[in-house]
């Protein structure tokens, strides 16, 4: 090539890259443009030759562009071959080819303008004005597109979040954690925790690349891959199914790994549709990680990481940063409103900045007239934002699990919740498609256990590390304040549409009753089928008349030492659950108990720390009841006397007893035997018990005996060898037993014993006979007594564990 490059050659140059650039489809937006260039500039070189043969310019300006021209060819021809998704590189080449050879022309045209070598150029000033265009097009900022996938900034650093974040990001730098999900209710802050995490420096230099995508209700897989293909400069091709686009998607990641650490968010996933959306996303790219945020606790998808509301000092401080103090309010009304409303936040950061700005600049009488109405019964529920962010946990939920949540909202604020109180009601009400009093409790346990994981409550240990057998004693169920408000809530907006309610909290303080008692007509027709009543300390009027033809489940709550049942339970003949729970400081008389013996259909009674006889309960006689409970109760000296009841009959139904921290049950009455459709007899931390009646053999249809931390029972009846259907045998923990019956080796349904911390007692010769046992205890028990006889016994199974103690007991007492 001469060192004079003359239009004509570089028109032909042109004209060949063109042919060149037609000939490849894999860049096909970036073949266009560059045609589009060389197209624009060809009519510019034709007139420079054309002027160089004429005027005998010197167009030497011209051999830069030539060159480049060249360049382009050998980029053009290398991108022929390039598969999809490995072409990242080369559309950069293509780019700055596109954007060297505008430039450079602007440098040319520039440079012949300022010789006045081109007389013509007006005629050519479409050209100019078109490859002009194109250099501000390319001066102007990068595409949209590009930002799809970038992680929001943040105005702010978030209050209170620092130690939450500093476990957060300890535990995705941790080599193990490949999936990590944040997991939390609406309005605890997961979104901006996450966000805060992704700008943090540390986390920045370590994952090259960080990718943010919201998932929401709706996921679409499809989208986000195309979203992230956009992200990355690639165009987004259209998929014909999920699995097109997880091989897309494995093969962007790869070319983006190396050596580069790959962070890739999802937002606000949720439990419906996740399984098969998440097992799109590849497992085996060594520098990627995962980090999904979700409302629900039941994704299965590596670690978890739960958020915890704000602690005080935080929330206190995202609060005063939200509402301004109202002027004219002296420190210590301030601080009595600044509290209260603190407390109704109950550290969610959305509350806090929905109800803070609400009453920022606001005056004093705002503040005084916003507590007022909460102290009432108003909600802090008002927010159209608020209910927007947390309805969607509730209307997730299925029809069955619906009515569950909206059942908590029947329970005191603050109350403490055993799981057994919440299971018996679901039991009777949405168990329906069980065929046995078991196959009811699973199922409503399956619901409670459903609901912690939508992050709608919480379920605390008391001890034991899982349960068993459906005992639910050893569990309390929590619920934040603002989702108990949205059960009730919800509750209302269903009464709305269904012109009734189904559900009614009837709540009665200094002796005052509701207006809707007091003003209407007597007796007061109540339609609802779930009713709770709170009284407290303080009560001592008589009872209205009320008639509840559709009650089925009532939740007594009681404070007083004395206290008679309404007469108006008589009219509940659907009634199945009766709950009576005392918050007094000891054990309240009932009276009035002869209302109970006029329902028919009543199978469940639990009663918490009241004063009654076992007497009071046989002369009931209700001849379907199938389940009692006794929780901290005072039974007084047992009598054996039954003013000549026939127990089979008058309980012919029982099923279940369960008598648990009744602290001065000494013996259980005789009578008890007589129960011969009994199949689970349950005593536990009951101290004083030092004994089984005799006559407890009887009990033919006794599956499931527990006994369990009764420190004062030394030895079991030998009668109880002859409970041929007992199949589970709790003695854990029974400090003082010396032996078990001599003969108990005939016991052939025996499958289970647990034995916690009874190393002491004495195992007779007949245990052999078992087979198949399986023996849950500690460490010392088992060699002791169990390890020996592994060799002995047929499919013997020994396993040992320690019980685990914990403080959340005294959240009981």
Known sequence: MSEMIGGAVVAEGLKQLIAEAKKFKNFKPLSKELISTMEELVPLTETINCLQNQQNLDAGELKGLMERIEKAKIVVRKCQDVPFLKRSLATREIEQVNKDMLNYCQIVIQLIQSKNQLQSMEANNNNFQTVFKKLDQLSAPAPAFRQLCSVPELKTAPVGFALPLMMLKKKLLDAAVVRLVVSAPAGCGKTTLVRHLCHDQDIKRKFQHIFYSVVSSTPNFRKIVQRLLEHNGHQAPTFDNDTQAANVLKTLLEELDGNDQILLVLDDVWSAGAPSFLENFPTDIPNLKILLTSRFNSLDFGDTFKLEPLKKEHAKTLLIQYASRPDH?????????????????????????????????????????????????????????????????????????????????????????????????????????????????????????????????????????????????????????????????????????????????????????????????HPVVVNASLLSIFTDNEFSSPWFEMDCPNVEALVLNISSSNYALPSFIATMKKLKVVIIINHGPGPATLTNLSCLSSLPKLKRIRLEKVAITFLDILQLQLVSLKKMFFVMCSFGEVSNDKNEIDVSKALSSLQEIDIDYCYDLEKLPNWISEAVSLQSLSITNCHKLSTLPEAIGNLSKLELLRLSSCINLTELPETIVRLSNLQFLDISDCLGLRKLPVEIGRLKKLKKISMNKCWKCELPDSVKNLENLEVKCDEETAVVLWKGLEQKMINLKVQVEEREHNLNLLRLL
């Open 329 to 521: 309010a002296s420190d210590a009304e301030y601080e009595r409103l600044f509290q209260k409303i603190l407390e109704r936040c109950a550290g969610f950061p959305l509350l806090i900045k929905v109800i803070g700005g609400s009453l920022r600049k606001q005056s004093l009488n705002q503040w005084q007239g916003q507590v007022i109405e909460w102290s009432g019964g108003g909600s802090v529920l008002n927010s159209r934002e608020v209910i927007e962010r947390l309805k969607p946990s509730f209307d997730a939920l299925d029809s069955n699990l619906k009515q569950c949540f909206l059942d908590m909202g029947l329970f005191l604020e603050d109350q403490v919740i055993r799981a057994w109180m919440i299971t018996d009601i679901w039991a009777e009400l949405y168990g329906g498609n069980g065929k046995t009093e078991k196959d009811k409790i699973i199922v409503s346990v399956k619901y409670l256990e459903d609901l912690a994981s939508h992050n709608l409550l919480d379920l605390v240990p008391l001890g034991k590390k899982e349960h068993e057998d459906g005992f639910y004693n050893d569990f309390l169920v929590t619920q934040h304040d603002i989702l108990r408000e949205l059960a009730i809530n919800q509750n209302k907006s269903e009464a709305i549409l269904e012109l009734k309610r189904k559900r009614l909290t009837l709540e009665i303080r200094d002796n005052r009753f509701p207006d809707w008692c007091l003003n209407s007509i």
